[in-house]
């Protein structure tokens, strides 16, 4: 089976050539333009993704070496997203689909940060089932009990920002530029992460909550550069590396209190922020420490591409969920 996968849920344009569940071809095209607003302007995303698509689904098509023709199916990322930039990817869907006569499959964007795993060639065979997938991005953050391949419940989420909006708020804050999670990442590597304390939110359950952690972090900044106005640059790597420390605990709290909930020991993360070291490492000490299986995808899966939505696509096509022209984009779409 062949399927040409289609993802333009944010800033980033992106198609994917699988081969069952091989990736024959995977072109992202990232906007830079959003770097200078300091954040995603959605009006420039959809514009944007209107210029890319047609260059980077010709890129996917000729790396992987296949005629169009040879196409099974056409898989896009219906939601959750930004609507503008959804419209584009789902529009030319489904023209491309409509002209070439065959299946579309419609894909959730999240679940396929989730089916990530199943990929070929990641570094592990796809997790087994049931397990519990984390998918920390830059608009979500959820705990998710993963039964089948599209059979998935949400156990927790959070109630205000993503991790992802945390860590770019608090670059932010630090004067770094958009997005500022990666920085964080480097910087945080440099430093002490015990060197000032930020408060842990106390949220009951499974549910997360981080506006509160932004705020804080504002405030001690403030505060600091009132005293020092070189504070930040002096202490920019303890900064970074107090942030991550405080994020990442918050985050294995949860996911340890989801174990112990579901007896689940398998633990699968996903979505941009999975890239950060901290988390990863976090992650493995806990499988070595308490007995866990843990999955940690390769990087290029796990910020927005379209491979995931191939997989995905993949594997809705094998249970023949397909759909038809009369398919809408969806801004927001449960798992
Ligand atoms: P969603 O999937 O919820 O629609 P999105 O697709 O925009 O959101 P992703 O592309 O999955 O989000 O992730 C982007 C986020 O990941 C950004 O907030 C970015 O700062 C963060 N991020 C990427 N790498 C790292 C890292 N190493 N450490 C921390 N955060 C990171
Ligand atoms: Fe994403």
Known sequence: IYIL????SCDD???AVLL???VLSNVVATQKIHQEYGGVVPELASRAHQQNIVPVVHQALMRANIDKKLLSAIAFTRGPGLLGSLLVGTSFA????LGLQIPLVEVNHMQAHILAHFIDGQDYRGPSFPFLALTLSGGHTQIVLVKDYLKMEILGE???DAVGEAFDKSAKILGLPYPGGPLIDI??????????PFPKPRVAGLNFSFSGLKTSILYFVQKEVKANPNFVLENRNDICASIQHT???ILMDKIKEAVKQTGVKHVAIGGGVSANSGIRAALKSAEKKYGWHVYLPK???CTDNAAMIGITGYFKFMQNQLTDQNISAKARYKI
């Not at 996968?5 to 333009?8: K, T, V």
């Not at 489904?94 to 689909?97: D, E, F, H, N, P």
């Not at 590597?189 to 060197?195: M, V």
Request: avoid cysteine; proline fraction near 3%.
């Open 5 to 8: 996968a289609i993802e333009s």
């Open 13 to 15: 344009t992106s198609a």
């Open 20 to 22: 069952n569940k091989k």
């Open 94 to 97: 489904k023209s491309l689909a």
């Open 158 to 160: 959070t109630l205000d």
């Open 187 to 196: 910087y945080a590597q440099l430093g002490n992460p015990k060197a000032f």
């Open 247 to 249: 994020i990442v605990r």
């Open 299 to 301: 990087l290029e899966y």
